[in-house]
């Protein structure tokens, strides 16, 4: 069993950056299709980014398209998401989610087929 924790989050100022780590521990996450999601204060769960198990392939919301990118590291079981430009509507508890799969280009922004969550990391954006 495959077990996430997140890391990197904190305050910054609107248009700045900021670099989400989660680290999996247990099995090798070259199993998995990696996923970035997050939830705001009153809102729901959305999806904002997904890695493919060979880092080739990645998926994004159009909300943070050409602002955000993720990118993985197999040897050191650990993904990454880039946050530039960063704006208040940002603000929001960022989770770390895998999904199982034998598909090495398989990317995903649906929460279900996410099977392991991490606890999440605040990222808030002051304007």
């Known amino acids: 069993q495959v077990q996430l924790v997140e890391s990197g989050g904190g305050l910054v100022q609107a248009g700045g950056s900021l670099r989400l780590s989660c680290a999996a521990s247990?099995?090798?996450?070259?199993?998995?299709?990696m996923g970035w999601f997050r939830q705001a204060p009153g809102k729901e769960r959305e999806f904002v980014a997904a890695?493919?198990?060979?880092?080739?392939?990645?998926k994004y919301a159009d909300s943070v398209s050409g602002r955000f990118t993720i990118s993985r590291d197999n040897a050191k079981n650990t993904v990454y998401l880039q946050m530039n430009s960063l704006k208040p509507e940002d603000t929001a508890v960022y989770y770390c989610?895998?999904?199982?799969?034998?598909?090495?280009?398989?990317?995903?922004?649906?929460?279900?087929?996410?099977?392991?969550w991490g606890q999440g990391t605040q990222v808030t954006v002051s304007s």
């Open positions: 247990g099995r090798t996450s070259s199993t998995y299709t």
């Open positions: 890695v493919s198990r060979s880092g080739g392939t990645t």
């Open positions: 989610a895998a999904a199982e799969t034998h598909f090495l280009e398989l990317v995903t922004a649906s929460g279900r087929l996410y099977e392991l």
